[in-house]
């Protein structure tokens, strides 16, 4: 190896020891970054009506300001009473779901009875897991202040991302050689429409989910209807594993009240996702890249084993992102143009 070569390669190790390390930070720039390319598209609608693009960034984020205001105003409080709610009713369904189990370990004969030990392992299992998300979410207060400075850089690199977006794309497309630019400019114009067609649809089932879960729940008079819902919508961001995960709360309070209850929750959240599966997504998810549901699984996983909770919530964008790159540079590029030698 040469020197220049040992010093590129130095170069390269310490550049990526360096990512490493400012990891989470690297994450919020690429959330900031998916965020300024959906916002972007509501600033060309107002520049379409010959309106400038400061003054088109000022109305959007006022926009989306009016938004989330109105959403905290009107929504939160009711989301917070009822957490409070939840906090007190999950260790009472805990305790019943366990007191039933004795009861059927006193009822079911003797030979059975390793049949069903299980549930009575399940149920000290779930109230760790509530206590330890309990003990989580008090300590995700108590760290308030690195969460609000994270926000804020959020914010803050949205806006001048959206204010003008053009020098950090040219600085960008710089980084490749002369002959290259123009092709790298056509994949970021790709990564945009994929981004964009992904977000929207994602918002939109979102916001499907939330309002049939809240209906089904209201119907079932399942406790906490308007927190297990918004759950159900937040975690619908999570691809595979978060509509497995919401089912959970509403299920153990539905059987903390009746036992029919709790299949009926099953039955009511494995048919909203039919309906998502077999009509939503069909119809709202037209412009995005397709995704293999074990390829998107594994990101779940790798990306939140990797950079915790906010690589979870970027996994779907990383994985568009790096499928187009993959797909445009190694197979259009190099591969689909591999000549062998004879």
Same mark, same amino acid.
């Given at each position: 190896?040469?020197?220049?070569?040992?010093?590129?390669?130095?170069?390269?190790?310490?550049?990526?020891?360096?990512?490493?390390?400012?990891?989470?930070?690297?994450?919020?720039?690429?959330?900031?970054?998916?965020?300024?390319?959906?916002?972007?598209?509501?600033?060309?609608?107002?520049?379409r009506?010959?309106?400038?693009?400061?003054?088109?960034?000022?109305?959007?984020?006022?926009?989306?300001?009016?938004?989330?205001?109105?959403f905290?105003?009107?929504?939160?409080?009711?989301?917070?009473?009822?957490?409070?709610?939840?906090?007190?009713?999950?260790?009472?369904?805990?305790?019943?779901?366990?007191?039933?189990?004795?009861?059927?370990?006193?009822?079911?004969?003797?030979q059975?009875l390793?049949?069903?030990?299980?549930?009575?392992?399940?149920?000290?299992?779930?109230?760790?897991?509530?206590?330890?998300?309990i003990?989580?979410?008090?300590?995700?207060?108590?760290?308030?202040?690195?969460?609000?400075?994270?926000?804020?850089?959020?914010?803050?690199?949205?806006?001048?991302?959206?204010?003008?977006?053009?020098?950090?794309?040219?600085?960008?497309?710089?980084?490749?050689?002369?002959?290259?630019?123009?092709?790298?400019?056509?994949?970021?114009?790709?990564?945009?429409?994929a981004?964009?067609?992904?977000?929207?649809?994602?918002? &939109?089932?979102?916001?499907?989910?939330?309002?049939? *879960?809240? !209906?089904? $729940? /209201?119907?079932?008079?399942?406790? #906490?209807?308007? %927190?297990?819902a918004?759950?159900?919508?937040?975690?619908?961001?999570?691809?595979?594993?978060?509509?497995?995960?919401?089912?959970?709360?509403?299920?153990?309070?539905?059987?903390?009240?009746?036992?029919?209850?709790?299949?009926?929750?099953?039955?009511?959240?494995?048919?909203?996702?039919?309906?998502?599966? &077999?009509?939503?997504?069909p119809?709202?998810?037209? *412009?995005? !890249?397709? $995704? /293999?549901?074990?390829?998107?699984? #594994?990101?779940? %996983?790798?990306?939140?084993?990797?950079?915790?909770?906010?690589g979870?919530?970027?996994?779907?964008?990383?994985?568009?992102?790096?499928q187009?790159?993959?797909?445009?540079?190694?197979?259009?590029?190099?591969?689909?143009?591999?000549?062998?030698?004879?």
């Open positions: 190896m040469h020197f220049g070569q040992l010093i590129g390669f130095l170069a390269l190790v310490i550049s990526l020891y360096i990512l490493w390390q400012i990891r989470q930070i690297v994450l919020l720039a690429f959330a900031a970054v998916v965020l300024a390319t959906v916002l972007s598209q509501m600033v060309k609608f107002f520049q009506f010959r309106i400038k693009r400061g003054f088109a960034v000022t109305i959007t984020v006022v926009i989306v300001l009016v938004i989330l205001v109105c905290f105003a009107l929504i939160v409080p009711r989301i917070i009473n009822q957490l409070q709610q939840f906090d007190n009713l999950m260790p009472m369904a805990l305790e019943r779901l366990r007191a039933w189990n004795n009861w059927l370990e006193n009822l079911i004969p003797d059975f390793e049949n069903i030990r299980g549930l009575r392992y399940l149920t000290q299992s779930l109230q760790s897991w509530f206590n330890q998300l003990n989580n979410f008090f300590s995700l207060v108590r760290s308030s202040l690195s969460i609000i400075l994270g926000i804020l850089l959020f914010v803050v690199l949205t806006i001048m991302l959206l204010v003008n977006p053009l020098p950090y794309r040219q600085g960008f497309i710089m980084l490749f050689p002369a002959f290259y630019r123009r092709r790298v400019d056509e994949i970021l114009s790709k990564c945009v429409i981004l964009t067609g992904w977000i929207k649809g994602t918002l &939109l089932t979102m916001s499907i989910i939330a309002v049939l *879960s809240y !209906v089904g $729940l /209201l119907i079932l008079r399942v406790p #906490l209807p308007l %927190v297990n918004a759950l159900a919508g937040i975690l619908e961001f999570i691809p595979n594993v978060g509509p497995t995960l919401s089912v959970i709360p509403p299920a153990i309070l539905a059987l903390s009240d009746a036992p029919w209850k709790a299949a009926a929750v099953v039955a009511l959240y494995f048919g909203i996702q039919q309906v998502e599966s &077999l009509i939503v997504v119809v709202v998810m037209k *412009s995005q !890249v397709s $995704l /293999l549901p074990a390829v998107t699984l #594994l990101a779940v %996983v790798l990306f939140g084993s990797f950079f915790g909770f906010l979870v919530f970027l996994a779907v964008p990383l994985v568009i992102v790096c187009i790159w993959i797909k445009e540079v190694l197979v259009n590029d190099i591969l689909n143009h591999w000549q062998s030698s004879k």
